[in-house]
Structure formats: structure tokens, C-alpha cells
């Protein structure tokens, strides 16, 4: 990419929908090449750090992060993303729960080139993480998902995969809130007509029917048992903590997005590692491995898998960088000036 000297380039949320980022294509092709990349090495990605101060009363949920990175390729790009998270916005403030800035730097002069929202390019990409993983470690033809958690992450990451997989024809929903279960399935009964919702009446319930789950809850600690999955079912943690820990020792295949990111801050990994109980060794692979073919996928129907994404700043880059282009290509957004 060239160097830009027109300014700053802005994008809305309303910029990003109009240029059709709320549809996951564009997205799962960002992923698969930050993936790519992140196993060949092109990539810095420093880690991440937490930004908190509520002490021993805070929510695990209740933070700030700040994610820098470069990725490599053709096309280098650098930047950052700065996303805050508090749990209690959508009952107290009336406001999702995760908001979110990106900013892109140009690669070759460092200056920045544009800024945009980023909650809808965040929650976009980590959908997009588990339909580039399912492609290798969910049972092909899969058709029966269960979706845990039914807020605005569990709609992104349902609507990628319905997109993605055709051959999905039940989704099982569970929420803490029926009324989130309930507003769920009819938004995505309106879009999605073919597909049978249901309501389960516990998490139990809904995962022992899947071939695939998806956690998208604010859990700070696990409720999920070896014994409640299927043999051959294919485990997206997306929300992290809602797996016990036994669960990643007894699954045939553990696989991360990046080892050193999910091996910190007292994560699940991180308490099994410190035990004494997991290593590097013991991980089957990173995503981005598989993805280039350096290691296998799912080898057999009844294998469970878990993926335990803890989300890179390099997805991140990587899907701005595209979302940027389309915004240039198609003249949208609003140019500001530096000086």
C-alpha cells in the first residue's frame, strides 16, 4: 500500500454498514490471511495490556486493552485497536456491553491514515476466527449448533456461521435471560427461515444436543463439563472462561490463536500451566498452523476439539485494513486533516 498524504480517513459504524460490514465474507477472508501470516512469522504483536482499577470487586469482564500490531504480507499495515468492556452496560447504561476505536498506520511512514469504530469490526472478526477454525476442526456437513449466551457477540458469530455453512439447520439457544434467548431467535428466524431455533432450558441441555458449540457469555467461571459434549463435537470458547479446566485435558485436540496470548493473565491455560498440568507441548496447534496445513485438522468424526481464541490484535489490522480499502475504493467515510 502507498503512502497516503489526503489525511485521516474517519469511518462511522454507519460507514462500516453501508459498506457491508455486518456480513461475514469479508471478514473471513481478512482472518484466514492474519492467520496465515501469524504462522509464517510476519507479524509483531507485542501483549496485550489490561487496563484495570476496580481491584478485587471488578467484574473479569470490567477492562480496557489496548492491542497494537503489525502484520506483514504484500500489503503491511500497523495499528492499533483500544476496546473497553464493562459488563453491567447493557442493564445499567443501556449500552453494549464492549466499545471500541481502531487505528491504522501506514506501514512504510508510521503516520496514521484512518481511524475507525470498532466494536462492529471486533465482534465481526472473532466470528469470522470461528468460521475459518470450523472449516478444519468442525465435523464437515456439521448442521446442529448451540449457542450460549444470546446477546449482540452470540448474533455476529450465529450470523457468520449461517452464512459460512449452509448445512447448519438447528441452532440451540441458552441464556441466563429468556428474554435475550427469545429476541434472539426471532431476529434470526426473520433472516434465516429455513433454520429451526430452539430455546433450551438450560446450557446442558443445548450442548449435549450440538456437534458444535459457541460460548458468548461474561462467565467468570466455567460451567461446562467434559461430560456434557458429544463425541465428535467441535467447541468454539469464545468468551474463555465457561470451560472447566478439566475439559482441556480431556478433549483429543486443544488449539489456541496464539500461545503466548492465551498462556497469561491467569486464563484458564495460563492456571494449567502454572499448575504444573499443561504445556506447550500438550497444545495440538496454533489455528494459523492448520490453516497453512503445517499441522492437521479434525482427523476423525468423533475427535473433540476445543479452541480457545483469545483474540489478536493482528485479526483486528487485518480486517480495518480491509474494511479501509472497501471505504476508499467506494469514497465513503470522512476525510479529516492532520495539520
Given at each position: 500500500?502507498?503512502?497516503?498524504?489526503?489525511?485521516?480517513?474517519?469511518?462511522?459504524?454507519?460507514?462500516?454498514?453501508?459498506?457491508?460490514?455486518?456480513?461475514s465474507?469479508?471478514?473471513?477472508?481478512?482472518?484466514?490471511?492474519?492467520?496465515?501470516?501469524?504462522?509464517?512469522?510476519?507479524?509483531?504483536?507485542?501483549?496485550?495490556?489490561?487496563?484495570?482499577?476496580?481491584?478485587?470487586?471488578?467484574?473479569?469482564?470490567?477492562?480496557?486493552i489496548?492491542?497494537?500490531?503489525?502484520?506483514?504480507?504484500?500489503?503491511?499495515?500497523?495499528?492499533?485497536?483500544?476496546?473497553?468492556?464493562?459488563?453491567?452496560?447493557?442493564?445499567?447504561?443501556?449500552?453494549?456491553?464492549?466499545?471500541?476505536?481502531?487505528?491504522?498506520?501506514?506501514?512504510?511512514?508510521?503516520?496514521?491514515?484512518?481511524?475507525?469504530?470498532?466494536?462492529?469490526?471486533?465482534?465481526?472478526?472473532?466470528?469470522?476466527?470461528?468460521?475459518?477454525?470450523?472449516?478444519?476442526?468442525a465435523?464437515?456437513?456439521?448442521?446442529?449448533?448451540?449457542?450460549?449466551g444470546?446477546?449482540?457477540?452470540?448474533?455476529?458469530?450465529?450470523?457468520?456461521?449461517?452464512?459460512?455453512?449452509?448445512?447448519?439447520?438447528?441452532?440451540?439457544?441458552?441464556?441466563?435471560?429468556?428474554v435475550?434467548?427469545a429476541?434472539?431467535?426471532?431476529?434470526?428466524?426473520?433472516?434465516?427461515?429455513?433454520?429451526?431455533?430452539?430455546?433450551a432450558?438450560?446450557?446442558?441441555?443445548?450442548?449435549?444436543?450440538a456437534?458444535?458449540v459457541?460460548?458468548?457469555?461474561?462467565?467468570?467461571?466455567?460451567?461446562?463439563?467434559?461430560?456434557?459434549?458429544?463425541?465428535?463435537?467441535?467447541?468454539?470458547?469464545?468468551?474463555?472462561?465457561?470451560?472447566?479446566?478439566?475439559?482441556?485435558?480431556?478433549?483429543?485436540?486443544?488449539?489456541?490463536?496464539?500461545w503466548?496470548?492465551?498462556?497469561?493473565?491467569?486464563?484458564?491455560?495460563?492456571?494449567?500451566?502454572?499448575?504444573g498440568?499443561?504445556?506447550?507441548?500438550?497444545?495440538?496447534?496454533?489455528?494459523?498452523?492448520?490453516?497453512?496445513?503445517?499441522?492437521?485438522?479434525?482427523?476423525?468424526?468423533?475427535?473433540?476439539?476445543?479452541?480457545?481464541?483469545?483474540?489478536?490484535?493482528?485479526?483486528?489490522?487485518?480486517?480495518?485494513?480491509?474494511?479501509?480499502?472497501?471505504?476508499?475504493?467506494?469514497?465513503?467515510?470522512t476525510?479529516?486533516?492532520?495539520?
Amino acid at each position: 500500500m502507498t503512502p497516503r498524504t489526503k489525511g485521516l480517513l474517519y469511518l462511522s459504524k454507519s460507514d462500516i454498514l453501508h459498506l457491508g460490514g455486518d456480513t461475514s465474507t469479508l471478514y473471513v477472508d481478512a482472518i484466514h490471511h492474519a492467520l496465515s501470516r501469524h504462522a509464517a512469522k510476519e507479524f509483531v504483536q507485542p501483549l496485550k495490556p489490561y487496563l484495570r482499577w476496580r481491584g478485587a470487586e471488578g467484574h473479569i469482564a470490567d477492562r480496557i486493552i489496548a492491542m497494537p500490531a503489525y502484520l506483514g504480507g504484500a500489503a503491511p499495515m500497523a495499528g492499533l485497536k483500544w476496546i473497553g468492556s464493562k459488563h453491567d452496560n447493557p442493564s445499567r447504561h443501556g449500552l453494549e456491553r464492549a466499545s471500541a476505536l481502531i487505528v491504522l498506520n501506514d506501514a512504510e511512514t508510521h503516520y496514521p491514515i484512518a481511524i475507525m469504530e470498532g466494536s462492529l469490526i471486533s465482534g465481526m472478526r472473532t466470528a469470522a476466527v470461528t468460521a475459518v477454525a470450523a472449516r478444519f476442526l468442525a465435523r464437515e456437513g456439521f448442521q446442529h449448533v448451540a449457542c450460549i449466551g444470546c446477546g449482540p457477540i452470540a448474533r455476529m458469530q450465529l450470523t457468520t456461521l449461517l452464512e459460512q455453512f449452509p448445512s447448519i439447520a438447528i441452532i440451540s439457544l441458552f441464556d441466563l435471560s429468556p428474554v435475550a434467548s427469545a429476541r434472539l431467535r426471532e431476529e434470526l428466524q426473520q433472516r434465516f427461515p429455513r433454520v429451526e431455533f430452539l430455546i433450551a432450558a438450560s446450557a446442558e441441555q443445548a450442548i449435549r444436543r450440538a456437534e458444535m458449540v459457541v460460548t458468548c457469555t461474561v462467565a467468570a467461571e466455567p460451567y461446562i463439563p467434559f461430560e456434557w459434549l458429544a463425541r465428535g463435537t467441535f467447541v468454539s470458547n469464545v468468551s474463555i472462561m465457561d470451560v472447566h479446566k478439566e475439559v482441556f485435558l480431556q478433549v483429543d485436540k486443544v488449539v489456541v490463536d496464539d500461545w503466548e496470548q492465551s498462556n497469561r493473565e491467569k486464563k484458564t491455560i495460563n492456571q494449567l500451566v502454572l499448575e504444573g498440568r499443561f504445556s506447550r507441548e500438550q497444545l495440538h496447534a496454533e489455528l494459523g498452523e492448520i490453516v497453512i496445513g503445517r499441522r492437521p485438522g479434525r482427523e476423525s468424526a468423533d475427535e473433540i476439539i476445543l479452541l480457545n481464541p483469545m483474540g489478536m490484535a493482528i485479526e483486528d489490522i487485518a480486517c480495518a485494513q480491509a474494511v479501509y480499502q472497501k471505504a476508499v475504493d467506494a469514497e465513503v467515510g470522512t476525510w479529516l486533516s492532520l495539520e
